[in-house]
């Protein structure tokens, strides 16, 4: 895991979560008492064996980042590991972050400045448990660029008809079994792929990526 870096991405706005995000943003909800939801994906890279975090962040960011330096105290940056906020830079463009792909693209400085061979991107506001460490194994056993993790969710749920966006926050189109040749959070209807799940359901995202890196790509 050494060459290996963690883009967490915690700047969404959580606007259909107000008012609980009044005055923070959507990873910074509270969660049972003193924890907040970035706090299910800080447990699930450390248990996996990634300590070397960076906490995208922008909007009202200031609740997040005071827990964080209150709560996450324990990283030793002697022996590698370390946990840093970092807000938009503006290197690349005069924008705030854009999107998840904008994120990554905008702090390839800091990609480079670690020496990061692969970067995994996982998302801030969801609550769930997962090692990491299966879903990175098989990335490099498949050679891949990009892996996505994904969980089967009912068509219903990721397009309902009624949303101005799906209920699940995204969804991919696989025309091929195990491979994805588009991702995207759709406005529009995702239709299920029979060869790679039942027909009544769709592939969701679960906001986990692990790209492989290669110089100043977009």
């Known amino acids: 895991m050494g060459q290996t870096i963690v883009f967490l991405l915690a700047g969404g706005e959580g606007a259909r979560l107000y008012p609980l995000t009044k005055d923070r943003?959507?990873?910074a909800v509270p969660f049972g008492g003193m924890w907040r939801l970035a706090d299910f994906t800080l447990s699930n890279c450390l248990h996996?064996?990634?300590n070397r975090i960076?906490?995208?962040t922008q909007y009202k960011s200031e609740s997040l980042t005071r827990h964080l330096y209150q709560t996450w105290q324990f990283f030793r940056p002697a022996l590698g590991e370390s946990l840093n906020v970092l807000p938009p830079q503006l290197r690349e463009t005069r924008d705030f972050y854009?999107?998840?792909?904008d994120a990554v693209y905008q702090n390839m400085f800091t990609i480079?400045?670690?020496g990061a061979r692969d970067v995994v991107i996982v998302s801030g506001d969801h609550v769930y448990a997962m090692d990491y460490r299966p879903f990175i194994a098989y990335h490099h056993e498949?050679?891949?660029d990009l892996t996505i993790a994904t969980f089967p969710v009912p068509r219903a749920e990721a397009d309902d008809g009624e949303h101005e966006a799906p209920v699940w926050p995204g969804a991919t189109r696989a025309p091929e079994?195990?491979?994805c040749r588009r991702h995207r959070r759709p406005s529009a209807r995702l239709w299920p792929t029979p060869s790679l799940s039942p027909l009544s359901?769709?592939?969701g995202s679960l906001g986990i990526a692990r790209r492989r890196c290669r110089g100043r790509e977009r």
């Not at 854009?98 to 792909?101: D, E, L, M, V």
């Open 25 to 27: 943003s959507k990873p």
């Open 54 to 56: 960076y906490v995208l």
């Open 201 to 203: 359901t769709v592939p």
């Open 98 to 101: 854009r999107g998840t792909a």
């Open 48 to 50: 996996s064996g990634l």
């Open 177 to 179: 079994p195990e491979r």
């Open 142 to 144: 498949n050679d891949a």
């Open 112 to 114: 480079q400045r670690e």
